[in-house]
């Protein structure tokens, strides 16, 4: 069965040191969506927009071979927006506007075809309403789930009772310590586990990621890369790349899991080599595949 996907889906206003662009396609689902095509197919989507949403995205998504039954397009309605603006180091960026529109009263609906899917993609919303897609779904066999800061200050409690329930927690570093109350992140990684996740992934921007599990640490490298240009959807596209990659060949072991870490970092890499989407929307599988023979040789010893 199929890949599902619940999250944002938005307009981005993107300011770089290098160049910024205005209402250009975003949110979680759609970077998510975007790298896992490259896997496998369909990947289904359930999200809303307003009726300002360009028929050009849907269209684009489409070619990609994204489901769009679960997508609702509000009439009279505007789409989610977000503003950022990054520093010199990419690695800082400065949230400059969140509107929420008509995100703000999103009740995903799953479409009944979609009920049994046997992996889901939980992106970044609110823990409750994550709650609320479990809830509809028929036994997901495969759930991996996104969260950021806000929701880890806000909603503590609630992300507790998600966490119980997946599989594989993919978070940033400043998370990870903001949900263990602890700065080491080998520690912080054995709180998180011991809540329920049975995998933790935690992304170290430029400095690779990685994966606890299985009482073992899987430390991946990062791409080392010349042309950043929007770490915008970074996060996603790594989400995307990991779970499409374990959907394709449904291979739980720790080995494959840790070739799955390393497809997510491909599908991050070329993310933030062009603005907005851009960077997931041409590639072929023989620059996929190119990119994974020269991850493996860069950490290659003996
Ligand atoms: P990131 O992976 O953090 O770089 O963010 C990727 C996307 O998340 C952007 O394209 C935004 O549209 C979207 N986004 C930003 N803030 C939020 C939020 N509070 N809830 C859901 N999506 C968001």
Not at 235 to 263: C, M, P, Q
Request: one cysteine or more.
């Amino acid at each position: 069965m199929g890949l599902l996907v619940v999250g944002s889906i938005g307009l981005d206003d993107i300011e770089t040191p290098f160049d910024k662009i205005q209402s250009a396609l975003g949110g979680s689902t759609t970077y998510i969506a975007l790298a896992a095509s490259y896997f496998s197919g369909p990947v289904n989507i359930v999200g809303v927009v307003g009726d300002d949403f360009g028929k050009e995205h849907i269209n684009m998504l489409e070619e990609h071979n994204v489901g769009l039954e679960g997508l609702q397009i509000v009439e009279g309605a505007k789409t989610f927006r977000y503003g950022c603006k990054y520093h010199y180091d990419l690695n800082v960026r400065d949230s400059l506007f969140t509107h929420l529109n008509v995100f703000e009263k999103f009740n995903p609906v799953i479409p009944d075809k979609d009920k049994k899917s046997s992996f889901i993609i939980l992106g970044n919303i609110a823990p409750n309403l994550q709650l609320n897609v479990l809830e509809q779904l028929n036994n997901p066999k495969f759930i991996v789930c996104d969260t950021m800061n806000f929701w880890i200050e806000r909603t503590y409690d609630e992300l507790q009772n998600v966490l119980k329930k997946v599989n594989v927690l993919i978070i940033n570093e400043s998370e990870a310590r903001l949900l263990s109350k602890e700065p080491n992140l080998i520690k912080a990684a054995k709180i998180i586990s011991e809540v329920g996740p049975q995998y933790l992934i935690i992304k170290k921007g430029e400095h690779g990621a990685l994966l606890f599990g299985e009482n073992t640490i899987f430390s991946a490298p990062a791409y080392p890369m010349e042309n950043i240009y929007d770490p915008t959807g970074a996060g996603d596209a790594f989400a995307g790349g990991f779970t499409g990659y374990l959907h394709k060949n449904r291979d739980f072991s720790f080995e494959n899991l840790k070739r799955a870490v390393i497809y997510g970092s491909i599908m991050a890499s070329f993310c933030v080599e062009k603005f907005s989407t851009k960077g997931l929307e041409n590639l072929s599988f023989l620059e996929i595949h190119n990119r994974f023979i020269e991850f493996r040789e860069l950490s290659k010893f003996d």
